[in-house]
């Protein structure tokens, strides 16, 4: 009798074990679901800041707007490529030139540290009638970077003259979990 009980309390433990493994299992599909929707609506971002850009322009207005200026809060994540764009809105086909004059930290990573992050700058071409998304830089930025401010400088040179544009960038950690679970 006592081997009856015995058995009956182990059938019972691994009925318990194998019910609380797969709700274990359940739950971790579940949280990493959560955290990948969450994931790439933080990458959609990159279009509504782009919208954004584009919503920077007046009906009348014409030129250069690139993100990060004006008062614009531009937060880019670390561990990956980042584009800094620039929306060109014109009435006429024009040839525009757009060239990085510097990359600095206002604070985190040094500003050295930053410039080994540039894998490509500058843009140069013509637009047509319309407006016309470009990137004029993107970036490299390492896993786990501490939080960086970036300031560009940005010069634009057209048949009309020469411009300056000023951005501010701010560079995050996107967090281990977050990073990793995607």
């Not at 933080?42 to 009348?60: A, P």
């Not at 880019?76 to 930290?105: H, P």
């Not at 894998?119 to 998304?133: C, N």
């Not at 048949?159 to 996107?174: F, K, P, S």
Request: charge should be negative.
């Amino acid at each position: 009798m006592k081997k009856k009980g015995a058995m009956e309390l182990s059938i019972g433990t691994i009925v318990i074990i194998v019910i609380a493994m797969a709700m274990l299992i359940l739950g971790l599909v579940f949280v990493r679901k959560i955290m990948c929707s969450g994931i790439i609506v933080t990458e959609q971002i990159g279009t509504g800041v782009e919208n954004e850009i584009k919503g920077l322009f007046n009906v009348d207005d014409y030129g250069v707007k690139c993100m990060g200026e004006g008062g614009q809060e531009i937060r880019l994540g670390d561990g990956g490529r980042r584009q800094i764009s620039c929306v060109i809105k014109t009435d006429e086909s024009m040839e525009y030139n757009l060239k990085v004059k510097s990359i600095e930290s206002l604070k985190g990573v040094s500003t050295s540290g930053v410039q080994k992050w540039i894998l490509d700058e500058d843009w140069k071409g013509t637009v047509a009638s319309g407006d016309k998304t470009v990137t004029v830089a993107v970036l490299n930025v390492p896993k786990n970077v501490d939080a960086t401010s970036l300031k560009i400088i940005l010069q634009e040179i057209t048949a009309n003259g020469e411009q300056t544009h000023t951005l501010y960038i701010d560079v995050v950690h996107l967090g281990g979990i977050s990073s990793a679970v995607c």
